[in-house]
């Protein structure tokens, strides 16, 4: 079965360069969830769409933006990086109206910042 | 290679034992909670879940029991084998704004000795 596709799964950046994150839902998904993990950190939920408008926002740095295209797919944008900003990038997918909210998960994009 | 779990609190059991990982959760209004499985260099990958209006699902090997009176969610799997050494995240969905979203809890890191 077809998973939650993110590119590029490695990435390296000097600081105050710019970033983006590609993620592909599963097909059919209408929602799509960003979530960043540090080291050692559980995964610290970003923003989420919804059949490409914004749903909800979370800790998301002024400097990231975000948007889901209409094919479903989603980027994220991250700004003036930072060394800080040296984590593990998931994108998640999920069908809104399942009754239960069962997040399918990507691997992973891993962002350094030098 | 990965750092998730570099800084977590460790379970270590020995292989054909019973482990179990617990969890506490904030919000009392959330409906339902997920435990994910989290090996190095992958995402969260859910084991399963249980609605808030229950006390105890069952699962092949793993068990994940709620008490919403303490606010805590714990997972059981039985005879612990080598391949369930993983980081586990236990989530709860929260419902606002007429969408939902995880919120995902500390892990713990599962070490299974042979």
């Known amino acids: 079965a077809a998973g939650v596709i993110q590119s590029p799964r490695h990435l390296i950046k000097e600081k105050r360069e710019t970033a983006t994150l590609k993620c592909y839902p599963i097909?059919?998904?209408?929602?799509v969830y960003w979530y960043q993990q540090g080291p050692g950190q559980d995964p610290q939920f970003l923003i989420s769409f919804y059949e490409k408008m914004q749903s909800d926002k979370g800790s998301i740095p002024d400097r990231f933006s975000a948007q889901q295209f209409s094919d479903y797919h989603s980027e994220l944008n991250m700004s003036s990086l930072e060394l800080g900003d040296s984590a593990l990038y998931f994108c998640a997918s999920s069908l809104r109206f399942t009754g239960a909210n069962v997040l399918t998960f990507g691997a992973g994009s891993r962002l350094t910042v030098l | 290679g990965e750092s998730v779990g570099l800084h977590l609190p460790t379970l270590s059991v020995q292989e054909g034992d019973n482990s179990i990982i617990n969890c506490a959760y904030s919000?009392?209004?959330?409906?339902?909670f997920i435990w994910y499985k989290q090996e190095s260099g992958k995402g969260p990958q859910f084991i399963i879940d249980i609605r808030s209006n229950m006390d105890k699902r069952q699962g092949q090997r793993v068990t994940v029991l709620l008490n919403k009176t303490v606010k805590h969610l714990s997972l059981q799997i039985a005879a612990t084998q080598p391949g369930d050494s993983a980081v586990y995240f236990c989530a709860e969905n929260m419902f606002s704004g007429g969408y939902n979203k995880l919120i995902f809890g500390a892990g713990t890191r599962l070490a299974v000795h042979p």
């Open positions: 919000n009392s209004a959330s409906d339902y």
């Open positions: 097909p059919r998904h209408d929602t």
